[in-house]
Nanobody, 121 residues
Framework: QVQLVESGGGVVQAGGSLRLSCAAS????????MGWYRQTSGKERELVAG????????WYADCAKGRFTISRDNFKNTLYLQMNSLKPEDTAMYYC??????????????WGQGTQVTVSS
């Protein structure tokens, strides 16, 4: 059974930083591209950042460029999202996702349960 367990969310002031983690089990982590998505009430879930299976390729949404960094440790089966210079509009539920295949894609195979990030002004 595949499990993706996010952690690291919380409440932070604008300008602050958070580091999200996603621990994967029940899957061959190193064979899947991974992504971080976020969703706010009334909006569709959007891809924020993605990383290929080996970590050599990354992609960022415009809202994340220059502020967020996605990374992975295939030995620890863990995905990370370092978020700096946080803004109130970054407030959302953040989801870890295992994607289909090794390369960057927006096709999700498995979802985590989400971790809430709240940025206060």
């Amino acid at each position: 059974q595949v499990q993706l367990v996010e952690s690291g969310g919380g409440v932070v002031q604008a300008g602050g930083s958070l580091r999200l983690s996603c621990a994967a089990s029940g899957m061959i982590f190193s064979m899947n591209a991974m992504g971080w998505y976020r969703q706010t009430s009334g909006k569709e879930r959007e891809l924020v950042a993605g990383i290929s299976s080996g970590g050599g390729s990354t992609w960022y949404a415009d809202c994340a460029k220059g502020r967020f960094t996605i990374s992975r440790d295939n030995f620890k089966n863990t995905l990370y999202l370092q978020m700096n210079s946080l803004k109130p509009e970054d407030t959302a539920m953040y989801y870890c996702a295992a994607l289909f295949g090794r390369e960057l894609t927006n096709r999700v195979r498995y979802w985590g349960q989400g971790t809430q990030v709240t940025v206060s002004s």
